[in-house]
T-cell receptor, first 114, second 112 residues
Framework: NAGVTQTPKFQVLKTGQSMTLQCAQDMNHEYMSWYRQDPGMGLRLIHYSVGAGITDQGEVPNGYNVSRSTTEDFPLRLLSAAPSQTSVYFC?????????????FGSGTQLSVL | GDSVTQMEGPVTLSEEAFLTINCTYTATGYPSLFWYVQYPGEGLQLLLKATKADDKGSNKGFEATYRKETTSFHLEKGSVQVSDSAVYFCALSGRGYQKVTFGIGTKLQVIP
């Protein structure tokens, strides 16, 4: 049972480069989201999706794009990487939209922007 | 807006010691409250949750009670083990569409 799968696990970029962080879940979950984790700041919501074709911004969306063409996949795109985007990124999903449902997390992508 | 406050740590305890990690929150209405745990090199996983006032969540010897009057959800364990060493996140969800707000995380180190 794979759950939430993120790739790559590690990535180093130069300022201005673009890349896509991949996220896939095999649980047929309706809700998916991206968080970044920074020291002293906990996890902050970047973007989320409540179903295929529907996305919305979270707390820190600037510099990131998302799309949701299928239920399974929710990629995060960095169009022009900046050192401020050095962070650990987590993808999460949940079965529905209710506030009491737990999130399932991937194992994270550690991104360094030089 | 919603917020969660917890100490960053690290909290260092000897094996079999009593653990308390404090968590207080600010939110409108009646949010659901969670504790997530992150082991080294892994993603977060749900430890326990409570969805209404006076509910007690429990799992793996950990407990937390939803206190509406003090807006708190403190995590406790009577006897910690080395395997409990991890980062613990308090979180709340109260404004629909699973917009979960996390605290900064508390690192726990348990020494033999």
């Amino acid at each position: 049972n794979a759950g939430v799968t993120q790739t790559p696990k590690f990535q180093v970029l130069k300022t201005g480069q673009s890349m896509t962080l991949q996220c896939a879940q095999d649980m047929n979950h309706e809700y998916m989201s991206w968080y970044r984790q920074d020291p002293g700041m906990g996890l902050r919501l970047i973007h989320y999706s409540v179903g295929a074709g529907i996305t919305d911004q979270g707390e820190v969306p600037n510099g990131y794009n998302v799309s949701r063409s299928t239920t399974e996949d929710f990629p995060l795109r960095l169009l022009s990487a900046a050192p401020s985007q050095t962070s650990v990124y987590f993808c999460a999903s949940s079965e529905g939209r209710a506030t009491n449902e737990k999130l399932f997390f991937g194992s994270g992508t550690q991104l360094s922007v030089l | 807006g919603d917020s969660v406050t917890q100490m960053e740590g690290p909290v260092t305890l000897s094996e079999e010691a009593f653990l308390t990690i404090n968590c207080t929150y600010t939110a409108t209405g009646y949010p659901s409250l969670f504790w997530y745990v992150q082991y080294p090199g892994e993603g977060l996983q749900l430890l326990l949750k409570a969805t209404k006032a006076d509910d007690k969540g429990s799992n793996k010897g950990f407990e937390a009670t939803y206190r509406k009057e003090t807006t708190s959800f403190h995590l406790e364990k009577g006897s910690v083990q080395v395997s409990d060493s991890a980062v613990y996140f308090c979180a709340l969800s109260g404004r629909g569409y699973q917009k979960v707000t996390f605290g900064i995380g508390t690192k726990l180190q348990v020494i033999p």
